[in-house]
């Protein structure tokens, strides 16, 4: 991963949950992974707005900001996000 990015990444999401990103696996989250992957578009559709991106994820509970770093930080962990979800019985209310 290239400083730039990682810079980048840390003024998103701050130290702490950029740090717990590269600590962290996608299986030790508790996440729904439509909630990461929508929370990627809507950080993808702010690409020219940084104070919105940033209150995005500050909306976030930090699992699913975790995994969204993780996401982003390497775009390979969004086919493990995937194979997560359809590992997982959807919950129907």
Request: aromatic share 4%; with cysteine.
């Amino acid at each position: 991963m290239s400083a730039n990015v990682d810079s980048e990444l840390i003024g998103l999401f701050g130290h702490w949950t950029f740090a717990t990103s590269q600590v962290k696996r996608l299986d030790e989250l508790k996440v729904d992974p439509d909630a990461v992957k929508a929370a990627a578009q809507q950080v993808i559709e702010q690409r020219d707005n940084p104070e919105r991106q940033r209150a995005i994820v500050d909306a976030m509970d930090e699992d699913t900001a975790v995994a969204l770093c993780l996401w982003l930080r390497d775009p390979a962990n969004a086919s493990g996000l995937l194979k997560q979800a359809r590992a997982k019985p959807r919950k129907r209310g």
